[in-house]
């Protein structure tokens, strides 16, 4: 994937249970993807992973998020201008599993 841009989003993941990933945008092996001016709330995991990336931009968004994002292996990469905070609890949802009720 090469030079798209994700803009203007707004996503929201409830905490989900019995998986081990509920991510908001994942980019693998990807050049000049920008993701700007958008909102993510994840209970569940973070709102943006990186791997193995060429030249992108992560530029002015809002990531309320339950694991901070992870950029790994990436080169020529731009991360500008975005504001980070700790995603509510669950998100109007459970907070324990339904297989361990509280």
Not at 48 to 73: D, P, R, W
Not at 75 to 80: F, M, N
Request: negative net charge.
């Amino acid at each position: 994937m090469s030079g798209y841009i994700v803009k203007d989003l707004t996503l929201l993941v409830p905490k989900i249970f019995n998986t081990n990933a509920a991510l908001g945008i994942s980019a693998t092996l990807t050049r000049g993807v920008q993701i700007i001016d958008h909102t993510c709330t994840n209970a569940s995991q973070n709102c943006v992973f990186n791997y193995l990336t060429q030249g992108g931009t992560i530029a002015y968004n809002n990531f309320n998020t339950q694991i901070a994002n992870e950029q790994a292996s990436d080169v020529d990469y731009s991360v500008i201008g975005n504001h980070v905070n700790t995603a509510a609890s669950s998100l109007m949802g459970l907070t324990a599993s339904p297989t361990n009720p509280c």
